[in-house]
């Protein structure tokens, strides 16, 4: 079974994705995704109110 990131027809198959992550500092990308976060959350959760509060308002005219 070939392996997805194998090249195909190559005399040995050539794995691109240990090769493109050698040198990447993980710990760099793990803290810009936590300084994200912060303001990430309340977007989401304001966004998930407006669509509770659409629908409970939806259901009060639909009921009326």
């Not at 240990?18 to 303001?39: C, K, R």
């Not at 109110?49 to 005219?61: N, P, Q, V």
């Amino acid at each position: 079974m070939l392996d997805v990131l194998t090249v195909v027809g190559a005399d040995a198959p050539v794995t691109y994705l240990p090769n493109a992550i050698t040198g990447v500092d993980f710990s760099q990308v793990l803290n810009e995704i936590t300084a994200v976060a912060p303001s990430l959350l309340p977007v989401a959760v304001a966004c998930i109110a407006f669509r509770k509060g659409i629908s409970f308002i939806f259901s009060i005219l639909r009921g009326a």
